[in-house]
T-cell receptor, first 109, second 115 residues
Framework: GNSVTQMEGPVTLSEEAFLTINCTYT??????LFWYVQYPGEGLQLLLK?????DKGSNKGFEATYRKETTSFHLEKGSVQVSDSAVYFC????????FGKGTRLHILP | DTAVSQTPKYLVTQMGNDKSIKCEQN?????MYWYKQDSKKFLKIMFS???????INETVPNRFSPKSPDKAHLNLHINSLELGDSAVYFC??????????????FGPGTRLTVL
């Protein structure tokens, strides 16, 4: 069946550091891929998505590229801020949406 | 305007009690979901309804029963609460079924604590 694997956290970085959160998937067919973000005390909200191979999703300085050859959808940001501290979920859609286990990100000022 | 709302936000109750969580969306979406998030932030889908019809029913104890009176509402009733039911429960909605890659909109969550 379909599955999503993302790097375990927590990830702790200093402000303005470069961020990568790895996400790989296994799936039949051609799923869409998503990154959701959950800020403390809130529900998840969509950060970005890509619906086909080589698509790049981007939002709020975050980017992720749908790589079919490596079955990956890694999340990157060039310069993180304290306000980016949250839990990040990689997800894919097939017959139902499947979420990764989440990666907690701490940004230190 | 709140897109997906849940009540209550916090729920503290004794083992063995019956409780309900309500969810409403004002986005005009056809599909609604219930998720359970444990203390490690792992998110698990429980149920999904499309136009008031149940379409996803994961392996969830029979004590959990969703009810959708109309497509804007999806309530979750839990009988005979157990300690292991303590978690944050999220309601979500999307335009239609997930295979069309539509974004899911989440409510703020209901933190259930069973004592």
């Amino acid at each position: 069946g379909n599955s999503v694997t993302q790097m375990e956290g927590p990830v702790t970085l200093s402000e303005e550091a470069f961020l990568t959160i790895n996400c790989t998937y296994t799936a039949t067919g051609y799923p869409s891929l998503f990154w959701y973000v959950q800020y403390p005390g809130e529900g998840l909200q969509l950060l970005l998505k890509a619906t086909k191979a080589d698509d790049k999703g981007s939002n709020k300085g975050f980017e992720a590229t749908y790589r079919k050859e490596t079955t990956s959808f890694h999340l990157e940001k060039g310069s993180v801020q304290v306000s980016d501290s949250a839990v990040y979920f990689c997800a894919l859609s097939g017959d139902k949406i499947i979420f990764g286990k989440g990666t907690r990100l701490h940004i230190l000022p | 305007d709140t897109a997906v709302s849940q009540t209550p936000k916090y729920l503290v109750t004794q083992m063995g009690n019956d409780k309900s969580i309500k969810c409403e969306q004002n986005l005009g979406h056809d599909t609604m979901y219930w998720y359970k998030q444990d203390s490690k932030k792992f998110l698990k889908i429980m149920f999904s309804y499309n136009n008031k019809e149940l379409i996803i029913n994961e392996t969830v104890p029979n004590r959990f029963s969703p009810k959708s009176p109309d497509k804007a509402h999806l309530n979750l009733h839990i009988n005979s609460l157990e300690l292991g039911d303590s978690a944050v429960y999220f309601c979500a909605s999307s335009q239609d079924t997930v295979t069309s890659a539509n974004e899911q909109f989440f409510g703020p969550g209901t933190r259930l604590t069973v004592l």
